[in-house]
């Protein structure tokens, strides 16, 4: 299963990286991204790709039951995940961020 796959069980908007300038939903919505892999290799090769995934969760108030939403279907799918957050004043937004290997899916 892809992570755009488990966000389609979830129902909120989302997109890859980034929405386009003016084309951000209203909150709540998520993006996610690639931005790092820890491969296993040998002899020159890579034998095992494991991509870090950043999933971000963007909500204009605290949002428990948005966020159960994700845990819910990450761990459904099998996912060991880690979470932060922040408050970000420039956009008025929480920012829910769910970090995970892609190792074994």
């Known amino acids: 299963m892809t ?12 997109a ?17 991204y690639h931005p790092e892999s820890t491969n296993f290799g040998a002899d020159n090769i ?6 870090t995934v950043y999933l971000e969760l963007y909500t204009d108030k605290k949002d428990i039951e948005t966020e159960n939403i994700v845990e819910k279907a990450l761990t459904q799918n099998g996912i060991y ?12 937004l929480y920012e829910v961020l769910y970090s995970f290997g892609t190792e074994g899916f």
């Open 46 to 51: 890579v034998w095992s790709r494991a991509d």
């Open 16 to 32: 890859y990286d980034h929405f386009a300038e003016g084309e951000s939903p209203k909150p709540p919505f998520a993006v996610y």
């Open 3 to 14: 992570v755009a796959e488990i966000l389609n069980g979830t129902g909120l908007p989302y």
């Open 81 to 92: 995940w880690d979470k932060s957050e922040a408050w970000i004043d420039s956009e008025k």
